[in-house]
Nanobody, 112 residues
Framework: QVQLVESGGGVVQPGGSLRLSCAASGMIFSRNAMAWYRQAPGKQREWVASITSAYKITYAYSVNGRFTISRDNDKDTVYLQMNSLKPEDTAVYYC??????WGQGTQVTVSS
């Protein structure tokens, strides 16, 4: 069974930074693309960033230049470094592997 566990969320002021982690188990991690999504209250879940098994990276326009996705296959972990945070980044952040479900999410709140 696949398990995805997100961590690293918190409350920060606009312009601040957070580093999110997602630890995966129950899959051959290095063979899977990984992605970060987020969902704000009353909003649909939104794709944020992806990294393939070949380390090709894409970002949503809204976070491009501010967020960095990376992976460590030795640790079966994907990361999201979030800089220059804005109030509109406030959401629950989830990681995902295709057809392998979602984690429990980690809350990110950006507010002054």
């Amino acid at each position: 069974q696949v398990q995805l566990v997100e961590s690293g969320g918190g409350v920060v002021q606009p312009g601040g930074s957070l580093r999110l982690s997602c630890a995966a188990s129950g899959m051959i991690f290095s063979r899977n693309a990984m992605a970060w999504y987020r969902q704000a209250p009353g909003k649909q879940r939104e794709w944020v960033a992806s990294i393939t098994s070949a380390y090709k990276i894409t970002y949503a326009y809204s976070v491009n230049g501010r967020f960095t996705i990376s992976r460590d296959n030795d640790k079966d972990t994907v990361y999201l470094q979030m800089n220059s945070l804005k109030p509109e980044d406030t959401a629950v952040y989830y990681c995902n592997a295709p057809n392998m479900g979602w984690g429990q999410g980690t809350q990110v709140t950006v507010s002054s």
